[in-house]
């Protein structure tokens, strides 16, 4: 069943339209038929089992038959992520949503070659959130991940923002396996996180000026095991 993306604004009444580039997608590249059964996802937990009732040139109608939700995940997990050089960016968004990632804080690292202007960085940001729009459709995930704009560590830290969990992948000081963490917070506390941030670093890592800032914000410093990986891999 092909599946295709709404605005939560746009999923009320018993009647749902594509248009734009969903409508494109669905008449251009897949070609759906009236009476053909199709996915309609909000992204707030909300799936809609459709029938296509028209195909317009630039839009497509669907009737509702079913409506499901899925309540939010009990732990939402945040990545913030230095950003690699090109594309690869892309590659994370897309693996950290069918992973189930809540959130995605696209970081600007000391180590990181990219520069963004304000307008570049909300051009990036709107490019890199249709990438996660794609993905939901692509794996069936029902919430849709935000992507932040690219932000540096100091003015991430300084938001009133505070988590339950906070993991970070560090090369250069005592790291203990995040199984180990993670049973060290269910004895102190009796149960399960409620939220966790989870940061990767650059190739090349954090600088140790960086990674004692974010420690000194929470985070608990990890491995992920023996070998060196790439930035994608380890995010």
């Not at 199984?179 to 941030?197: I, N, V």
């Amino acid at each position: 069943m092909h599946r295709f993306y709404l605005p939560p604004e746009h999923c009320a009444g018993a009647a749902l339209r594509l248009h734009g580039r969903e409508a494109h997608h669905a008449l251009r590249v897949l070609r759906v038929k009236y009476g053909e059964m199709v996915s309609v996802l909000d992204g707030i937990g909300n799936e809609f089992l459709c029938t296509v009732e028209n195909c317009s040139r630039d839009a497509v109608t669907l009737s509702v038959s079913l409506k499901h939700f899925t309540p939010s995940p009990a732990c939402p997990v945040t990545l913030l992520v230095a950003v690699p050089k090109g594309k690869i960016i892309e590659d994370i968004i897309q693996k950290s949503v069918e992973l189930g990632a809540r959130r995605i804080v696209p970081l600007l690292t000391e180590r990181v070659a990219t520069h963004l202007d304000a307008e570049a960085a909300a051009d990036k940001r709107d490019k890199w959130q249709q990438v996660a729009v794609e993905a939901i459709k692509q794996c069936g995930a029902l919430w849709l991940p935000k992507i932040e704009m690219p932000v540096t560590i100091e003015h991430f830290l300084a938001r009133p923002e505070r988590f339950d969990f906070s993991l970070v992948g560090s090369l250069q000081t005592e790291r203990r396996h995040p199984r180990e963490w993670f049973q060290e917070f269910q004895t102190k506390h009796g149960r399960r996180p409620q939220s966790a941030a989870v940061w990767i670093g650059p190739e090349g890592d954090f600088t140790l000026g960086e990674l004692k800032a974010i420690e000194a914000g929470g985070a608990q410093s990890i491995t992920l095991g023996a070998l060196t990986l790439r930035v994608e891999t380890a995010a």
